[in-house]
């Protein structure tokens, strides 16, 4: 069974930077994409950045510039390094991970999440 864990999460002040990563287990297949995603309080979930197995990256608007987000597809790891982080950045960050293949159509799978927050 598939299992996604998160870590790096923590406290930070604003201006400073976190490393995120998230270790994919259960699975030797290659994910055909992995990302994080994020949830503030009193929001929906939205979508950080995302990466396809070809390294073909994808970041929401607001943190173009600031996050970098990598993958290591032999250890099934994917990483969210972000700089500059703003208050507005605070949440729960979420891995996740797609496989899409002839077994099983597109199957998603999530970790527990782990916490950002960003003081001013």
């Known amino acids: 069974q598939v299992q996604l864990r998160e870590s790096g999460g923590g406290l930070v002040q604003a201006g400073g930077s976190l490393r995120l990563s998230c270790v994919a287990s259960g699975s030797t297949i290659t994910f055909n994409t992995m990302g994080w995603y994020r949830q503030a309080p009193g929001k929906q979930r939205e979508l950080v950045a995302s990466?396809?197995?070809?390294?073909?990256?994808n970041y929401a608007d607001v943190v173009k510039g600031r996050f970098t987000i990598s993958r290591d597809n032999a250890k099934n790891i994917v990483y969210l390094q972000m700089n500059s982080l703003k208050p507005d950045d605070s949440a729960v960050y979420y891995c996740?991970?797609?496989?899409?293949?002839?077994?099983?159509?597109?199957?998603?799978?999530w970790g527990q999440g782990t916490q950002v927050t960003v003081s001013s």
């Open positions: 990466i396809r197995s070809g390294s073909s990256a």
């Open positions: 996740n991970a797609v496989r899409q293949d002839a077994y099983v159509g597109t199957a998603n799978y």
